[in-house]
């Protein structure tokens, strides 16, 4: 395996030229809510010349490198739809995982359409850290015994997370095919992108540290803690193809989640 160059300058082309050329997402039937996407996107990293590891089902990321420390994880999106956030199904978003830098592929496509043929109507690749920098978390799945009339009932605390997704945090990125990527990152000196922002993200003052249910009520409480990184920043920038669209790339206002938040059935089918 190689660590450099980055393969996402590469990757991000592919995906540029294939919509441009009018390369379609193709699904089997309108029963394929899932794989429809990560096929184009596997396609494409196939194109640009890199191999992946076998993808095995709720694997992460959806795409390893065989030659590349780096993974891409594909998430699809209906327009009109849910676009702002994304469920992270037992995975935190960030930008590395078991040694990988992580790259998040969104791409959005029609939502109402009878043909199971359709274009990319917008795309987004961004470096996992701009969702989520913190790398010291280490995800897990508890569960405990005695609970039900008999006392022979397990539950299972399986963590879902609910990360913002780039059209929620950034201005100019809907309707256009956009790459983000860290601060040093080779695709600086790919020739064939152009730089559109200069993006920067600060770690908040506190975080959640600590939450708890009540069975009896069914109310979720959290507890936060002052951030030992608080205050930190981690900047970004914003490419396109060479050739394409100019406009700009900005941060918006930050977008926080309500301390308790009640998700609906419709919230929890996110397409992954």
């Not at 935190?92 to 992580?102: E, F, K, L, T, W």
């Not at 913190?134 to 990360?163: C, P, Q, W």
């Not at 249910?213 to 920043?233: C, D, I, M």
């Amino acid at each position: 395996m190689t660590g450099s160059p980055s393969t996402c300058g590469a990757v991000f082309l592919a995906c540029h030229d294939a919509a441009a050329s009018g390369v379609l997402i193709r699904r089997s039937d309108k029963n394929d809510k899932e794989f429809h996407f990560q096929n184009w996107v596997a396609d494409r990293i196939e194109e640009a010349g890199f191999r992946v590891h076998p993808p095995k089902r709720n694997s992460y990321p959806d795409f390893a490198l065989v030659d590349h420390f780096e993974g891409y994880e594909v998430k699809g999106l209906k327009r009109p739809g849910r676009h702002l956030d994304f469920d992270c199904n037992s995975q935190i978003a960030n930008g590395s995982h078991q040694g990988r830098s992580i790259y998040y592929v969104f791409g959005r496509y029609p939502a109402r359409t009878s043909s199971n043929e359709y274009a990319v109507e917008d795309l987004v690749i961004c470096h996992g850290d701009f969702l989520n920098a913190d790398r010291t978390y280490e995800h897990l799945n508890k569960s405990f015994a005695g609970f039900g009339s008999f006392g022979d009932i397990k539950v299972r605390d399986r963590k879902m997370y609910i990360a913002p997704t780039p059209y929620s945090l950034t201005e100019g990125t809907e309707g256009e095919f956009t790459l983000i990527a860290p601060v040093g990152s080779a695709c600086a000196a790919n020739p064939e992108l152009t730089l559109v922002g200069e993006l920067e993200r600060m770690e908040s003052d506190r975080v959640v540290t600590d939450y708890s249910f009540n069975l009896r009520t069914n109310t979720l409480n959290t507890e936060e803690s002052v951030n030992p990184t608080a205050g930190s920043e981690h900047r970004f920038l914003a490419f396109r193809a060479k050739g394409g669209s100019d406009r700009e790339v900005r941060m918006k206002q930050p977008r926080r989640f309500p301390a308790q938040r009640t998700w609906s059935d419709v919230d929890d089918h996110q397409e992954s």
